[in-house]
């Protein structure tokens, strides 16, 4: 398995090359060097003096002459290949190398002219690193080149295949970190070989970077016999291709030859695939195990303890230089033993032969579009969503199930951009559950392992990713996305915290890069959550958890919207909507079972682009009054169970005024300071009064509700009903009764909410009380929801 | 590798003992289909009519006949072999067949007496399953036997190794699903056997049950070439063994070979590891890959569709047989396959020559007391932390890394259960990097890949376990916990998000297991979140997250809690009590850097047992008036920020009355019906006022500060700091003033809130703001703070 034969290692660079190819890396290394350490004496002019160096030193080094290494030789072959490619930097820690290459090239002054291609533009390049005002440490937005950050690891793989997903001529060159390979995501990540088509699909260039150690330990891909690591690669699918060593001359050689060796590969397989006669199954792919020294280069020693080749290296490997003059000494000496003057002119620009060596335009790896994917990205074809709406002639009597509606809308889209290759659908197993299996009249799920007869849907060219890994379907999104695609990730809602992580870095990396103008907005990333707390009542407690909402609303108001579609037709416009949005992260809550429908489509249009209202049919109101109580719901379940509740409350106490409000998107109860959505304090008095009772029956964690509105005027009025983290396998209804959110435990809060107690009130509060204890015994007996609640519509006009 | 040759595969069983066991099998399948559909007519001594159905049908058939091959097989090879034995269920959705094993083997009618083993208990057992009153449809805290959920799939192997290490005698059995091998956290949970060391650890046996799918799509893992398989399990260490096929009689022989192979395997490594002479590094460990039909024995086709050995089978397989007579007979026909009347006498008893199969007492899995792990908890020996105490003259003018003289708490704790073997810290590569090193004089790192010479603290013997992977850290503390042992999670605030998911089941678990008065407590899950979001000034905006804690407070009061010590004295007595707590999660946060200590032992412990208090040295209120505002402080750097802000007022406005109240446990705040450390109304008002201005300098989103106090009568006044989610690579003071929580803006928002505004405090707030913008001009030149912010110290007395 990919070991070359020592003769044919010599053949890819001559001597020439050879030396152009070391001073290049030598160069990248130098600046990355001087940006962790320099504020001034950027070309070493003069001796190094304390003065010249920064106060805080901060950066990490342990990794860059690896990626720095990997850069140039990719420079070579794209050059020598006129290749596409990018390149997605696992150890994103190692932002001084990416820093340093784009710096090279030329991409990072063209779009920071301010860093020139000078001395003073290396001056304020080593400055601004890692210095306030500056650039952050880690490769993110702010670096031409990436779509990754890699300061949480594990994504790096994920992300690479995300991008080579639709984009046949693009090649994805991804260095993993051995301490990255380490994690969950990372481990699963390498299966995504088998949802690779390499017909309409580009290259995923894994390159394993073996340095050894993490901050201050050995990584297990490292230290596990040579075989074994061969196995395992050999096992995920791959053919592993290996450079090993440490000395850079015979480094050199054997990079260029792999990559040679294995770009030929690449392309033989697409050749072959593209051609008359496909494959199978999913090709081998090749990849690379790159095993060099952690800080290669840097300093062997330092005050007798090991660095170079050791964890030591991992971040400043030389401490305090301004006040050790030995520290000093050494660093001086590590940075001329790249010897500078051969690498820059007297003016600091790049000499002209070295300027030869990366690829020019948009070939560089820093000016790849497809890495700036708002460049590339194009609006989505849409449908009319309307013509899909769901016939409502009276609210609350026909039933439907929402995500089968909505599931239309997906088919439709994807239908439209067949041709554009624009649009994936991902979600863990779950895209029939959750009732979205329209789209499989148009597409099918990708899958590139066998495919038996009798197997449904499944195709090499299928454009749903259906994996059992949360983490690997948000990752591939994420990579798709930010290389300037669309798409949609649906998800049981529980288990949506297993991307927590990688939702709060997406966030991140959205806020972030909404703040450089350079960098193009891209498709919103849209996630339903379904098969929702209120619905998990078959598969137990273990299912039952709506926090997710709570995480997104800790993020930048810009970056993040929440909606609640209480039907069909509010959650098509909500799908319609967000698939229009860029630059957000959009969660969309709503349940898959069949539940009553409440509006029809002009109806529901008008409500969503409020966001929230008044839902005047339902209430019982006069003009000329403030209501006696508030009915507030967020939320399909809880919307069925306010109305049930009103419902209740107009046959037992036809006088009290009710007002009846639902809201759609989560994120208008917020004061319009806090978010941009947001209801102006007189908009919200005017919807939820400014001293009446408000019983809101929320979806997720009541607190949220609080936490939303405290500001608000009526807020000491508002009581909200929610999940309060009871749960079990018991029957839909019984769901809500546990957490008081059901029609009985509403009604009964609005009439100890209301100011005037009277005789009628008391009454129907004990027929609401017994029929809570009936509901009790008659579940436990019968295994299912009573009747009257099952059958229950609106009985109204 | 492993794979045994036809002739070895015929010795395990005799005709009688192959006959024992298929009959067995077929019980625990009856039991099995029966909790699924039946309300009555347990031993089907009637024909099935439609009243015998659920009305609802809930629950997994597709993967329990397979998990209920395996429990039967290891039975036999328990008793056999007289082994001390575990399972774990990866596919919890099977939980029918866990539920039929403890009933079969007499466990689950020891626990719930009512669930007799009789006819009548054996419609209780079929009532009971999935129904409103009853037991959940997943293995659960309710199941006898079980440490392991498996509703959000991934951490069956993870929680196998917990159970494993330092319990040298106990072999974990662990059913991994091929959909779960598809998660993130499976897939590196394989590398777990790098960490296991067979001196002193059990053994683990992965069973890689391959049925081919999951909802609705093959898996990964049965799809691909067998070659490729093994290829990848020998690459991820293990030697694998192939059960394969679907002939019963055929697989019971195959599994009882190769059962006996592997366990004297197992055997073998630890004799041999345990004599003399030791391994160099982690032996190669056996694990079986079960191949087997989804949905074995169940009906073949249903309405004329693929059902056995198809996705089809994974949930019900025979839909609605209350209204569809032929459906009705389908599953009659199924149960009579299994020949109830050769099984259960006619009281409902497993028949006699049954019953001689499952080991007995204690080594029945059901009732192995490492599944109730509290009944062999053993509390942790504590050393006296105050003995540990940092030395405080007088507050804020001497600095100490807290997590430092934490470390050395640790240390002793290790040390005092050295012999016991029952504690363990685990954190993802960053122990030293949290300063908890003091661990490392009395233990190692456990590594049992290749130690070279010049490593640090690796060792076979190590019990701090270091991967860079959060899901296996807490994957291995909650298997760790969960069999009774003890432990701490140390990783960085921002990272913890990766096992959000993690952390809600094992929360659940936690509140469900407390309603069992069978499952015994279990130690505490304790985490310290440290390299925290405003300290994080060197790593970015990638690493800055403090919403844990937000997340954490969602779940059920009585199994959560947050502390928040603001310095070394404060950390010792949280961490000392921490690990005296049993059944809960705690969740300190404290920082790692040097910093400011402020209360001597003494008024720590008095501090830290109020959980907040006032600090009355640090204000100038009177005793005879309430004060003008109160500074509130949560947090090591708010509580830095607000002190030196209330040096700042001190010194500009010296006739303010100033109130400082600090928190410790956050959970205080809360109202007293609401969590059990709640303040009641009186004593919040004591501390917080009843109408005085609160400026609340909080560590993490502010929200969480309005959510938690939102219901005090002094709310309005409440006006909360905290991360607003603005950061970068920057100084850590700097970071403090993005945010608005640093000692100018806190001293300016307390001028602004005070009820009558003064010209002098009119100048102070002037000159508060242009320290603020002469300490960007600082920064941005100097790359460090202003000499009086980092020099700053409490200069009263």
């Not at 290494?69 to 290949?81: E, G, K, S």
């Not at 703040?515 to 619905?535: E, Q």
């Not at 997710?548 to 909507?577: E, M």
């Not at 919200?684 to 936490?707: C, E, N, Q, S, W």
């Amino acid at each position: 398995m990919g070991q070359l034969a020592p003769n044919v290692r010599r053949g890819a660079l001559d001597a020439k090359e050879l030396e152009l190819i070391q001073r290049y890396w030598q160069a990248a290394n130098y600046l990355s060097v001087g940006q962790i350490y320099l504020l001034g004496n950027p070309l070493l002019r003069e001796p190094l003096k304390p003065e010249h160096i920064k106060p805080r030193l901060l950066g990490h080094w342990g990794t860059t002459p690896g990626l720095n290494f990997t850069y140039a030789h990719l420079n070579r072959v794209i050059r020598a290949r006129d290749l596409d490619m990018i390149y997605i930097c696992g150890p994103g820690h190692g932002g001084p190398g990416m820093v340093a290459n784009t710096y090279l090239e030329g991409t990072y002054t063209e779009i920071y002219p301010e860093i020139g291609r000078d001395v003073g533009g290396m001056r304020k390049l080593f400055r601004q690193f890692s210095f306030p005002g500056g650039i952050p440490s880690h490769v993110a937005p702010e670096t031409p080149g990436s779509i990754h950050e890699g300061g949480e690891l594990g994504y790096a793989l994920v992300h690479a295949y995300g991008a080579a997903f639709d984009n046949p001529d693009l090649i994805v060159a991804c260095v993993i970190g051995d301490g990255e390979a380490e994690t969950g995501t990372l481990a699963a990540s390498w299966h995504s070989n088998k949802f690779l088509n390499p017909v309409h699909d580009g290259a995923v260039l894994p390159i394993l970077h073996l340095n050894g150690y993490k901050i201050a330990n050995p990584t297990i891909l490292a230290r596990m016999p040579k075989d074994e690591l061969e196995s395992l690669m050999w096992g995920y699918g791959y053919e592993p291709f290996f450079v090993e060593g440490e000395d850079p001359n015979e480094m050199h050689l054997e990079m260029a030859t792999t990559l040679d060796v294995v770009l030929t590969r690449i392309k033989e397989i697409q050749r072959e695939a593209r051609g008359p006669g496909k494959a199978s199954r999913a090709p081998r792919w090749p990849m690379i195990v790159l095993r060099s020294p952690k800080g290669w280069t840097g300093p062997k020693e330092v005050d007798g303890k090991k660095v170079e080749g050791f964890w030591r290296s991992h971040q400043v490997p030389i401490t305090d230089p301004r006040n050790n003059p030995e520290h000093l000494h050494l660093l001086e000496k590590w940075m001329r033993s790249y010897e500078p003057e051969k690498l820059f002119d007297k003016n600091g620009r790049l000499i002209d032969d070295l300027q030869a060596l990366p690829p020019q335009g948009e070939r560089r790896m820093g000016a790849n579009p497809h890495a700036n994917g708002g460049l590339l990205k194009q609006d989505l074809e849409m449908p009319d969503f309307r013509k899909l709406a769901v016939k409502v002639d009276r609210p609350g009597r026909s039933q439907a199930e929402s995500t089968r509606v909505m599931g239309r809308l997906l088919e439709q889209v994807m239908s439209l951009n067949a041709v554009a290759r624009n649009f994936r659908l991902m979600g863990p197993d779950e895209t029939a559950s959750n009732r979205l299996d329209a789209v499989f009249d148009i597409t099918d799920r990708v899958w590139m392992e066998e495919i038996e007869p009798y197997d449904e849907h499944l195709a090499h060219e299928g454009r749903v990713m259906e994996v059992l890994s949360e983490n690997l379907c948000q990752g591939w999104l994420e990579g798709y996305l930010l290389t300037g695609r669309h798409g949609f990730f649906s998800c049981y809602e529980a288990f949506i915290h297993i991307v927590d992580a990688m939702f709060n870095q997406h966030a991140k990396w959205l806020d972030a890069s909404r703040k450089l103008t350079w960098r193009k907005p891209i498709a919103s990333l849209n996630y339903l959550l379904t098969s929702h707390v209120w619905r998990q009542d078959h598969n137990g407690f273990s299912h039952q958890d709506p926090g997710f909402v709570d995480l997104v609303t800790n993020k930048k108001a810009d970056v993040v919207r929440v909606y609640l579609p209480p039907d069909a037709n509010t959650l098509l416009w909500v799908t319609d909507h967000c698939l229009r949005t860029y630059n957000r992260i959009n969660v969309i809550v709503a349940g898959k079972q069949p539940q009553l429908q409440w509006l029809d489509m002009d109806t529901a249009i008008a409500h969503c682009e409020a966001g929230v209202g008044i839902w005047k049919w339902a209430g019982t109101e006069s003009e000329e009054a403030e209501p006696d109580v508030v009915m507030a719901c967020a939320g399909d379940v809880p919307t069925l169970e306010t109305l049930a509740a009103v419902d209740l409350l107009r046959s037992e106490l036809p006088d009290l005024r009710i007002r009846v409000v639902n809201v759609v998107d989560l994120m208008a109860l917020q004061p319009q300071i806090e978010h941009p959505h947001g209801l102006t304090d007189d908009e919200f008095d005017a919807l939820f009064t400014k001293d009446r009772p408000v019983i809101f029956a929320y979806h997720g964690y009541p607190f949220l509700i609080h936490r939303l509105t405290y500001r608000r005027r009526n807020h000491p009025n508002i009581h909200v009903r929610g999940f309060k983290e009871e749960g079990t396998t018991t029957t839909p209804f019984d769901m809500a009764v546990m957490n008081d959110l059901d029609r009985y435990h509403l009604a009964i809060e609005a009439i100890n909410r209301m100011s005037r107690q009277s005789e009628k009130a008391a009454d129907a509060k004990r027929r609401f009380e017994e029929k809570l204890a009936e509901h009790r015994q008659y579940v436990c007996r019968e295994g299912q929801d009573m009747p009257e609640v099952r059958n229950w519509v609106w009985p109204y006009g």
